[in-house]
């Protein structure tokens, strides 16, 4: 019996490996893919995409920008006459606002005194001169009527050259006597107009020389703000000059001032290529010179534009659009943004802005539409990505 079972052991371990390999193989025939042809289909699915059809609306669009406040002008004090300075006023100190008039500071006067007195007395010995000169023409002019009347006195015997220098003497003692005066009022230095005084380090005691600079002021109505502002952004606001626009402190929640542009700069930065906007403020009176403010400006009115979402731009003007199955490049013109919306003038859209494009998207690539939704002056909600 042993014998009869080794004898067909290895015929039962043959039979047991053909029925193993048989099972696996039919297994994999049952688990194989059906195909109308009875091939595998090779062909993958097309991508699903989700569109939006904006409606062509206008667009009003507030540029907000950037500003500091400055002084338009900045004056210079500078003293018209020299000497020791005797008096400085309260109001000529850092920051201190002053009035049209007010004496800002004094300048020893005694000189200039001394000066206007020595022109009244040259003036005085030019008249007792003049009038000297003027008796002994008189006399002259008596003897010699005396001794020859019918022949014409000489100038020179009647003294009319000695009296026009003695007249001539007088009207420069008179001008210098005027110059010496105007040096004297010149010793005290007044206010040109109303303002505040932006730097001086005048004190008594210190002399001066005439055309030194010991200060400087602003007028108190000459503040205006500065706006850097790029070529697309003037494209924005078109004609600037005498547009509204609002101010407000930076990272302030104060009310805003009113102002308008009251002037473009007819170059740009040398350094930053950008336009400088000047803008008068009704309330300047309430900001500081140098405060950085922020802006914003009504731009002008863009008809026939529509809103796309800003995640359908693959680059700064591009976007893609669904045309019979496919998706196809569009170049926009992108006028602003609004919203998390990019604005652009309106376009040939076919069957819609693909929202989100596909990470492969290339022009004719198919894709099949999977929700729509119209988009109509931002109002609408998109639907993002595929569902």
Request: avoid cysteine; charged fraction near 25%; charge should be negative.
């Amino acid at each position: 019996m042993t014998k009869l079972i080794k004898r067909f052991a290895g015929s039962f371990q043959l039979m047991f490996v053909l029925f193993v390999v048989g099972g696996a193989i039919m297994m994999s025939v049952s688990l194989k893919p059906e195909s109308s042809n009875g091939y595998a289909s090779q062909a993958p699915d097309t991508i699903g995409v989700s569109v939006v059809e904006p409606i062509a609306t206008a667009y009003e669009p507030f540029v907000r920008l950037n500003g500091v406040v400055v002084a338009r002008t900045v004056t210079d004090v500078t003293p018209q006459v020299g000497g020791r300075v005797i008096d400085v006023s309260p109001d000529f100190r850092p920051g201190a606002a002053f009035s049209r008039g007010d004496v800002l500071f004094r300048i020893e006067a005694d000189d200039y005194e001394l000066a206007v007195e020595r022109t009244l007395a040259d003036i005085e010995a030019a008249r007792s001169d003049l009038a000297l000169l003027e008796a002994q023409s008189e006399a002259e002019k008596r003897v010699w009527d005396q001794q020859f009347e019918d022949r014409r006195i000489p100038d020179l015997v009647a003294k009319v050259p000695q009296i026009a220098a003695a007249k001539a003497r007088i009207h420069s003692g008179e001008a210098a006597r005027d110059a010496a005066q105007l040096s004297l009022k010149r010793t005290i230095v007044r206010a040109p107009f109303d303002g505040y005084v932006l730097d001086t380090r005048l004190d008594i005691g210190q002399v001066v020389n005439a055309g030194q600079a010991v200060g400087a002021i602003f007028s108190a109505d000459s503040r205006e703000i500065t706006v850097p502002v790029s070529s697309e952004e003037l494209a924005l606001l078109g004609d600037a000059v005498g547009r509204q626009a609002e101010v407000s402190r930076a990272g302030s929640a104060t009310a805003p001032f009113a102002a308008q542009v009251a002037r473009q700069a007819a170059q740009l930065d040398e350094s930053t290529r950008l336009g400088t906007l000047f803008l008068k403020v009704e309330q300047a009176d309430q900001l500081m010179v140098g405060e950085f403010v922020d802006v914003s400006i009504r731009g002008e009115t863009a008809q026939n534009v529509v809103r796309v979402p800003a995640a359908s731009l693959t680059s700064r003007d591009q976007v893609w659009v669904v045309d019979d199955g496919a998706i196809r490049e569009r170049q926009v013109d992108v006028v602003g943004n609004e919203d998390g919306l990019a604005v652009v003038r309106n376009f040939d859209m076919a069957e819609g802005v693909v929202v989100v494009p596909p990470s492969n998207a290339r022009d004719g690539l198919p894709v099949r539409v999977q929700s729509d939704n119209r988009l109509a002056g931002g109002a609408a909600t998109l639907a993002h990505g595929a569902e």
